[in-house]
């Protein structure tokens, strides 16, 4: 089993330059952002700077804290980001402005290569009770508490591949499915 602590991440910039995000996990293990197939990454957002933009890459954004903030996608289309744990998706291409509506927030971000890449997100809410399924690519602890593989999990923590896994009452758990 491999646990990722959130502590652990490092920081480091957007591809734009304007923000700051945290790799969780990247397949294949050494891809960078022109190859990768999929990406995951935890991003603080502290300021209305727009997204970088990812060409031919499928987006999936969850709110795990904060207030959240309002995305303007391509100048006209607008969608509000400030209910925790409700994934929304949209192209990696879209230009992305953002309108915060409270202060500083952290979310969670899935991009998958639409020439491919495969993988999806499912939301499991505790408590819960789930076997190990060999198409689970990583487990993200979004709340609450958990047991994954013998090992407790805590608020951020993230375990990379299919593992039996308990959710006590009131955990949310973050699924990216091969």
């Known amino acids: 089993m491999t646990l990722i602590r959130f502590d652990d991440l ?50 999936t954004i969850v709110l795990l804290q904060g207030d959240g903030f309002t995305m303007t996608l391509d100048g006209a289309r607008e969608h509000a980001l400030t209910e925790p744990c409700v994934p929304f998706s949209f192209p990696g291409e879209a230009s992305v402005a953002v309108r915060l509506a409270g202060g500083a927030t952290r979310d969670f971000n899935l991009m998958v290569r639409r020439e491919g890449g495969t993988a999806r997100l499912e939301v499991w809410q505790g408590p819960l009770r789930h076997e190990a399924a060999d198409d689970i690519a990583l ?21 990379r591949g299919p593992h039996e896994v308990e959710l006590l009452p009131d955990a949310v758990l973050l699924v990216v499915r091969r």
């Open 10 to 59: 490092n920081a480091i910039p957007w591809k734009n330059g304007l923000g700051i995000t945290r790799e969780v996990a990247v397949h294949p293990h050494d891809a960078g952002m022109d190859d990768f197939l999929w990406r995951v990454s935890i991003a603080d957002v502290d300021t209305a700077s727009p997204f970088s933009v990812f060409p031919g890459v499928d987006r």
């Open 139 to 159: 487990m993200h602890l979004a709340r609450g508490e958990a047991r994954v593989g013998g090992e407790s999990l805590h608020t951020g923590d993230t375990v």
